[in-house]
């Protein structure tokens, strides 16, 4: 397995040509957003299987999660691809499947995994709509350097659209969205190419994380290359914003894209490492305003 260590410091920055922004958690206040999701997602979970999940256990199990000395992961095809805790949506799949261990039920992993993805697809359509205070204000001072500014994204494109829609930033018209990104599948893009090939499978965070994360997620790097083709930019003029290390910023950061995480208030140890150790070419802020000063150049 070719597996790097995450120690990028020295690597020279470039100008800023290209901004890719993710959205939920980044642009959004995610812990409001998603109570209406978690109550559906509860509600549905408990009318498959027959029986509440609330009495199942499905509190016990989720204290166990969030206060675990361990490094609970969302699994997907045998590897943890993402912290179970970082969001609503990730914290009750991951708790869902630790339910459905216990209870011995859905014991075939690849049904359950299309299950408790079709229940996230049901939910995330009544999930509220909670932007940032700053989120208009920055997205407008973003679309007002003329650079190209797109937000890629797990959840399905028309949401995402609907949701900016509402918000109104000005300049709209030219914000591009990916969305169905699956960021989360660690796998071949359909068109390898000699950028991806050259990364490593995995990188580690010396000291703060045991488990390696792992960096081939090419449906992701597809969304990515498309953006490069079209704006004839490259990852080294790129700036990604994400809340989510593993999810939004890993890979990118490995293909040489200068990288902005936006903290969540349960951002992991592990995170803040591997954002020090890029040196200039990684910043992190709760603020989404924190973007802005690294255009300049």
Known sequence: MHTARLDCEGMATMAIRCVVLDFDGTFTDVVAEGTPYVEHFRRRLSELLGRDVEDAGWAQEEERVLHSSEEPGWEVAGRVVAPAVADPYLLSNFVARRLCDRLGVLTDLAERAELLNVLYREAYVLAGVAFK????????????????????????????????????????????????????????????????????????????????????????????????????????????????????????????????????????????????????????DPSLRAILPRLVG
Do not use: C
Request: charged residues 30%; proline residues 7%.
């Open 133 to 284: 205070p700053e989120a208009r204000e920055v997205l407008e001072a973003l679309l007002d350097t003329g650079l190209p500014v797109h937000v890629v994204t797990n959840a399905h494109t028309d949401t995402v659209e609907a949701k900016l829609t509402k918000l109104a930033p000005r300049g709209r018209e030219r914000l591009r969205v990916s969305g169905d990104a699956r960021k989360f599948l660690v796998e071949p893009p359909a068109e390898p190419d000699a950028r991806f090939g050259a990364l490593p499978e995995t990188t580690r965070v010396e000291g703060a994380l045991k488990r390696p994360i792992h960096l081939r997620r090419g449906h992701y790097y597809e969304a990515l290359r498309r953006i490069w083709r079209d704006t004839g930019t490259t990852p080294e003029t790129t700036l990604v914003a994400g809340d989510i290390f593993e999810l939004d910023l890993a890979m990118p950061a490995a293909l040489g894209a200068q990288v902005q995480f936006v903290t969540r208030h349960n951002a992991l140890e592990y995170e803040r490492r591997a954002i020090l150790a890029l040196g200039d070419r990684g910043g992190m």
